[in-house]
Antibody, heavy 117, light 111 residues
Framework: QVQLVQSGAEVKKPGASVKVSCKAS????????ISWVRQAPGQGLEWMGW????????NYAQKLQGRVTMTTDTSTSTAYMELRSLRSDDTAVYYC??????????WGKGTTVTVSS | DIVMTQTPLSLSVTPGQPASISCKSS???????????LYWYLQKPGQPPQLLIY???YRFSGVPDRFSGSGSGTDFTLKISRVEAEDVGVYYC????????FGGGTKVEIK
């Protein structure tokens, strides 16, 4: 079955970087894009960006431009999201999701990133 | 950026009764390709969101037919014809005609 398996929880200090992975299975990885969405504690959903697994093209949310990088490794069907210069308000659950007809049809279970000194 | 506004913020519904959630966008979501890029998701407690409706009114695979979506342009509605206990959670609309953005969410609980 189609699934996205994300890496485990992370605790980081302010100013550090975090890299979250999202391993896809059950479908042809390069036929779909991957979006990243985050959710701060008790808050709503925030779209972070998108990467084409076909050609690596990306679009990022303006507020994260310069701090976020999304990449893929087609040899392992894995997408990555790196966020740099972490701040306390980056504390959130980070989700990857497969892009289907501009919607998001399959979601990973989420990776909790805690930023604390 | 397109702003998505959902109402109400929360809804308490008796099982078997209908429920309706509104979503308004700050710009039309009708693309030149003829499609309208409006989606509905349900996030059940402790789970990631799940896709319910795509392109305004198409139910995603496995979604019960008690869920329906309607609307056009900037005004959209998600309806649940008869709410069941498993429908509790937070419902989000999302647009993707431009870089995606989500509504603030509507929490549905059972009376």
């Amino acid at each position: 079955q189609v699934q996205l398996v994300q890496s485990g929880a992370e605790v980081k200090k302010p100013g550090a970087s975090v890299k979250v992975s999202c391993k896809a299975s059950g479908y042809t990885f390069t036929s779909y894009g991957i979006s990243w969405v985050r959710q701060a504690p008790g808050q709503g959903l925030e779209w972070m960006g998108w990467i084409s697994a076909y050609n690596g093209n990306t679009n990022y949310a303006q507020k994260l431009q310069g701090r976020v990088t999304m990449t893929t490794d087609t040899s392992t069907s894995t997408a990555y999201m790196e966020l740099r210069s972490l701040r306390s308000d980056d504390t959130a659950v980070y989700y990857c999701a497969r892009v289907y007809q501009r919607g998001l049809d399959v979601w990973g279970k989420g990776t909790t990133v805690t930023v604390s000194s | 950026d397109i702003v998505m506004t959902q109402t109400p913020l929360s809804l308490s519904v008796t099982p078997g009764q209908p429920a309706s959630i509104s979503c308004k966008s700050s710009q039309s979501l009708l693309h030149s390709d003829g499609k309208t890029y409006l989606y509905w998701y349900l996030q059940k407690p402790g789970q990631p969101p799940q896709l319910l409706i795509y392109e305004v009114s198409y139910r995603f695979s496995g979604v019960p037919d008690r869920f329906s979506g309607s609307g056009s342009g900037t005004d959209f509605t998600l309806k649940i014809s008869r709410v069941e206990a498993e429908d509790v959670g937070v419902y989000y609309c999302m647009q993707s005609i431009q870089l995606p953005s989500f509504g603030g969410g509507t929490k549905v609980e059972i009376k």
